[in-house]
């Protein structure tokens, strides 16, 4: 595991690694984790992207609609927002 930010929650650190898990390791944890770039940037297909939304859902409890959010879950940010959205304490820790 690679060292994280002091600022990175625990959640935050879970989504990102999600995202490494869906895309089978091909997305960077440090940059994912720094937010440094999209998921697509880092070259996320839109089938890792598909698999990262039902990790999402089956763990969290929560529905993720794409055509209203898609341009918002760009970003393990813009997870964390639509997750915080939908009841989900982003915050604890």
């Not at 990175?8 to 937010?35: F, I, N, Q």
């Not at 996320?44 to 055509?67: A, T």
Request: net charge negative; no cysteine; proline share 3%.
């Amino acid at each position: 595991m690679t060292d994280q930010p002091a600022q990175t929650s625990p959640l935050h650190l879970r989504v990102a690694e999600m995202a490494v898990a869906a895309s089978d390791g091909s997305l960077p944890l440090d940059g994912v984790v720094a937010g440094a770039a999209t998921f697509a940037d880092f070259g996320m297909s839109s089938l890792s992207f598909l698999r990262l939304i039902d990790s999402l859902e089956n763990e969290f409890g929560i529905y993720v609609d794409l055509e209203e959010a898609a341009g918002t879950l760009t970003t393990v940010d813009g997870l964390l927002r639509y997750m915080d959205s939908q009841g989900i304490d982003v915050h604890a820790g």
